[in-house]
């Protein structure tokens, strides 16, 4: 048995939770200790029998008690990696098909499978000027915008440990409401728990047990849409997972990514990730056509020199570069690369973990009215892939910290 750990400056709450042979902690710098989390009696799992999930989905922890804003689990059964990487995954809507067939036990309605996929954000590597390890910060920035009101909707981050058998350990991160939960779901009443099964598949960032982290980001235009001969498809997520699960090298990651088609179906977005690992390797992965009214199809990788160490919402490959989306002309970010360029630059591109944190809280995104904002910082995040920990603050809330470490 594993303990989760959190705590809070004197005070300290432990919960015990069944996982494989791993620790993992969880802290925060409040000086009063969390309330213990209710349990989500009310809140029903209606497609699911087995009561090895069930007890998986109602294990979740309230790391503030009962605030609703940020969960952690443990996800402990197969969650069918080999299965989605046969079945061809090139869409939200095969991914929610994968998710019906092979990890619930009951046949979904339309209505019980809620499941989309997006990201922003504003991402940078780096050497800890303080220690000589390796980090990776990013926000991961995201309007939900009620579409009537226009109201902002909450979110809960949840933090998701996985263990796969023959597997890398992880720790990730999922906006909860791309399953359509709000905050506070878990203990409202009313939400179905269900689809919890799908969060090894919906990260957006995460660390794997050797030091290897990947971090997703939007780029606007048409989706990726690779079609070579002889590759499967695969969609966003889980090419994530499976680099999560099985490599330990930027090298690695770029020798997998290569195997297959990386497929998108959001009419308006592609993808761009950024990987790293505890060598101090790094990489930036983008998908290019410079003809822009056709889909992306091309990988392009960008590593090895300092400015290629930070991005936000636009191409920098020279491929792009004079494209509407690309670093000539795009203004999608652009304040924040510029911010990340200048300070980076000042610093030798080096930074101590303290000034990495500086750093995303200066290019975090918080103007509290959303028709102005292209994002709204959910979390901030700075990686040290050596040590296996993550250090995260939610919603600009700079003074409180939360750790996860990968044992």
Known sequence: MAILNFTKHHGMLLAGIVVSTLIFAACSNDDEPAAPTPTPTENKAALIKDKDKLAMLYSLVDLEGNKGR???????????????????????????????????????SPKSMALSYDAGCSVFACPDASSGNFLMGRNFDFNHIHPTTKERIMIPLIVVHTAPAGGKRSVSFVDGLFVDYKSGFYTDGKSDLSMLMALPYLMLDGINEDGFAISVLKLDGLPTLQQES??????????????????????????????????????????????????????????????IEQNPTKMEVFTGNNTSRYVTNFYVSPTMADSPDGVNNSTHGKARY?????????????????????????????????????????????????KKTVTMSILREWDKTFTFKVK
């Open 338 to 386: 510029e911010s990340l360029r200048d300070v980076l630059l000042e610093h030798n591109y080096k930074l101590t973990p303290a000034q990495a944190i500086s750093l995303l809280q200066k290019v975090a995104q918080g103007p509290e009215n959303p028709e102005l904002s292209t994002g709204f910082t959910q979390w901030s995040d700075v990686y040290n892939l050596n």
């Open 230 to 291: 002889g590759k499967k498809k695969i969609f966003t997520t889980v090419a994530m997972r499976m680099l999560l699960d099985r490599v330990s090298t930027v090298k690695e990651a770029v020798e997998m990514l290569n195997q297959y088609n990386i497929c998108r179906d959001t009419d308006t977005s592609r993808d761009l990730f950024l990987i790293a690992d505890y060598t101090g390797d790094y990489a930036f992965v983008e998908y290019t056509n410079p003809t």
């Open 70 to 108: 940020i969960y952690e689990m443990t996800y402990n059964v197969d969650y069918k990696l080999d299965e989605a990487l046969n079945m061809g995954i090139d869409c939200t809507q095969k991914l929610k098909l994968f998710v019906a067939k092979y990890l619930l036990d009951s046949s979904p």
